[in-house]
């Protein structure tokens, strides 16, 4: 009997179980399906000027929905005028009142500026008893309040154009600081924040020099030696940041940042997605710091470059083809010599001509054509005879035959040839076959014509001359 009332007890306890299941999940599915209406957003706007824990919880629940759709132009105006009407209120209440509705408001304003950049630029611009925004969150930072909707914010901010402060010093000097606990501590959470909030600076950057950059570029090296040593997630951050200030401001990086970049090279080849970040440092090295890009890094970017050109790895070679072209083209002019490594280490020739070959994808094939026309537009006569050596003008005619190329392509590969040809007219080793070329007269692209109109005269030229002294 005693078994029989405890069994029914747990039938009971098991029914009473599912019911309240049932009824959450009804709930949950009535949540889900439930559709706000734009009204009840501006509503809950309007309510949030009186500060109360439920009104800001409540508006943000809504500006995380509507942020998931599609509003009109008139729908982000009105959002923008009632935000205006807003921000004062929130500022202030933050300046003078730092409690437990800090974190909410905070995030409030994170949810706002992510509407229109002129909610940003509007929270920037705004002042309370001579605070800025800037100054406020500088303050959040130094004094470890609400750190990481703080950064949250600032990120938001900074990935606007025109946000750029005077305010902007204190704030980088303090996340620099404030940097250097993290990394004791291996934050990572707020090393990934403050690495974006960099990244969103350095990419919307203005052209004057509002304050002295050597802080934020301090920050953005330790961030990525950071990342190359505890090998983060987040290092393509980082990178991006990184790659900012190399491009951006006109200082010796090589020279100081020589075993970080090793490091990275290093790194790049176990992490091949971030091959194209990389060779972009490379391109602007190449471009603005010529003197010690090659007297340091020269070697490396060779074997570099061998290694992924070799490792097949189909959507990085056009980034290591197309960096290449650069330092041919860059380089070149100014210094026959500096291509020398290149020209010894016959290994990098021989695979960007294999590159042209048919089995390659078309975006491979074509980067090659242009590292090709590049590097014999930009080669001396000796490094011209290492070019013939390797057959690439019997290459370059094999490739014309090809009409799957488009009409840039073609063009590449008759400058080429045609650059070929004039420099080394009497030293071709072979009979140059004039079927490739015929069928190129008549393309409707008018330089492809003229080209190969010329290329055929100085063809026909060759051959009778070289038929001339075989019968001699």
Same mark, same amino acid.
Request: net charge negative.
């Given at each position: 009997?005693?078994?029989?009332?405890?069994? @029914?007890?747990?039938?009971?306890?098991?029914?009473?179980?599912?019911?309240?299941?049932?009824?959450?999940?009804?709930?949950?599915?009535?949540?889900?399906?439930? &559709?706000?209406?734009?009204?009840?957003? =501006?509503?809950?706007?309007?309510?949030?000027? =009186?500060?109360?824990?439920?009104?800001?919880?409540?508006?943000?629940?809504?500006?995380?929905?509507?942020?998931?759709?599609?509003?009109?132009?008139?729908?982000?105006?009105?959002?923008?005028?009632?935000?205006?009407?807003?921000?004062?209120?929130?500022?202030?209440?933050?300046?003078?009142?730092?409690?437990?509705?800090?974190?909410?408001?905070?995030?409030?304003?994170?949810?706002?500026?992510?509407?229109?950049?002129?909610?940003?630029?509007?929270?920037?611009?705004?002042?309370?008893?001579?605070?800025?925004?800037?100054?406020?969150?500088?303050?959040? +930072?130094?004094?470890? +309040?609400?750190?990481?909707?703080?950064?949250?914010?600032?990120?938001?901010?900074?990935?606007?154009?025109?946000s750029h402060q005077i305010y902007d010093q204190?704030?980088?000097?303090?996340?620099?600081? $404030?940097?250097?606990i993290c990394i004791s501590i291996k934050d990572?959470?707020?090393?990934?924040?403050?690495?974006?909030?960099?990244?969103?600076?350095?990419?919307?950057?203005?052209?004057?020099?509002?304050?002295?950059?050597?802080?934020?570029?301090?920050?953005?090296?330790?961030?990525?030696?950071?990342?190359?040593?505890?090998?983060?997630?987040?290092?393509?951050?980082?990178?991006?940041?990184?790659?900012?200030?190399?491009?951006?401001?006109?200082?010796?990086?090589?020279?100081?940042?020589?075993?970080?970049?090793?490091?990275?090279?290093?790194?790049?080849?176990?992490?091949?997605?971030?091959?194209?970040?990389?060779?972009?440092?490379?391109?602007?090295?190449?471009?603005? &710091?010529?003197?010690? $890009?090659? &007297?340091?890094?020269?070697?490396?970017? +060779?074997? $570099?470059?061998?290694?992924?050109?070799?490792?097949?790895?189909?959507?990085?070679?056009?980034?290591?083809?197309?960096?290449?072209?650069?330092?041919?083209?860059?380089?070149?002019?100014?210094?026959?010599?500096?291509?020398?490594?290149? /020209?010894?280490?016959?290994?990098? =020739?021989?695979?960007?001509?294999?590159?042209?070959?048919?089995?390659?994808?078309?975006?491979?094939?074509?980067?090659? *054509?242009?590292?090709?026309?590049?590097?014999?537009?930009?080669?001396?006569?000796?490094?011209?005879?290492?070019?013939? $050596?390797?057959?690439?003008?019997?290459?370059?005619?094999?490739?014309?035959?090809?009409?799957?190329?488009?009409?840039?392509? @073609?063009?590449?590969?008759?400058?080429?040839?045609?650059?070929?040809?004039?420099?080394?007219?009497?030293?071709?080793?072979?009979?140059?076959?004039?079927?490739?070329? +015929?069928?190129?007269?008549?393309s409707k692209n008018k330089d492809i014509q003229?080209?190969?109109?010329? *290329?055929?005269?100085?063809?026909?030229?060759?051959? /009778?001359?070289?038929?001339?002294?075989?019968?001699?």
């Open positions: 009997m005693l078994n029989q009332k405890r069994e @029914i007890f747990r039938i009971n306890i098991r029914q009473q179980k599912h019911q309240e299941i049932f009824q959450q999940k009804r709930i949950l599915s009535q949540q889900k399906e439930q &559709e706000y209406s734009f009204q009840q957003l =501006i509503d809950a706007m309007d309510k949030a000027k =009186i500060i109360t824990l439920r009104n800001l919880v409540e508006l943000n629940g809504y500006l995380q929905y509507f942020t998931q759709k599609k509003l009109t132009i008139e729908q982000i105006l009105l959002i923008e005028s009632n935000a205006n009407n807003l921000m004062p209120i929130l500022t202030n209440h933050i300046v003078y009142n730092v409690n437990d509705l800090t974190k909410e408001i905070l995030k409030l304003l994170v949810n706002l500026t992510q509407f229109s950049e002129k909610i940003s630029i509007n929270l920037l611009k705004y002042s309370c008893s001579d605070c800025n925004i800037i100054q406020i969150l500088s303050s959040f +930072i130094l004094n470890r +309040i609400e750190v990481i909707e703080t950064l949250n914010l600032l990120m938001n901010l900074w990935s606007n154009s025109n204190n704030l980088i000097q303090t996340i620099d600081a $404030f940097l250097d990572n959470m707020k090393i990934l924040l403050i690495s974006k909030c960099l990244k969103n600076y350095l990419q919307n950057i203005s052209d004057e020099n509002i304050f002295e950059y050597e802080y934020l570029i301090n920050i953005v090296r330790k961030l990525l030696n950071y990342g190359i040593q505890e090998t983060s997630d987040f290092i393509d951050v980082q990178i991006e940041a990184y790659c900012s200030i190399v491009q951006v401001f006109n200082h010796n990086f090589v020279i100081q940042d020589l075993n970080m970049i090793l490091n990275l090279l290093d790194y790049c080849m176990k992490r091949t997605e971030l091959i194209e970040i990389v060779t972009r440092i490379f391109s602007y090295f190449s471009i603005n &710091e010529p003197d010690s $890009f090659y &007297e340091k890094l020269i070697i490396s970017v +060779i074997y $570099f470059s061998k290694h992924i050109i070799k490792s097949s790895l189909n959507e990085q070679i056009p980034c290591i083809l197309n960096l290449c072209s650069i330092i041919f083209h860059q380089q070149c002019e100014k210094n026959y010599n500096i291509l020398w490594p290149f /020209y010894n280490d016959t290994v990098i =020739i021989m695979e960007i001509i294999r590159l042209q070959e048919d089995c390659q994808p078309r975006k491979i094939r074509e980067a090659s *054509i242009r590292c090709i026309k590049i590097l014999i537009e930009n080669s001396n006569e000796n490094q011209i005879q290492l070019l013939i $050596f390797s057959k690439i003008h019997l290459k370059l005619i094999d490739l014309l035959n090809d009409f799957s190329l488009n009409s840039s392509s @073609i063009l590449f590969t008759l400058i080429s040839l045609n650059n070929l040809i004039k420099i080394q007219r009497n030293k071709c080793p072979e009979f140059l076959e004039l079927q490739n070329l +015929i069928l190129l007269t008549k003229k080209l190969t109109y010329e *290329i055929i005269q100085q063809v026909e030229e060759i051959n /009778y001359n070289l038929m001339s002294n075989i019968l001699l």
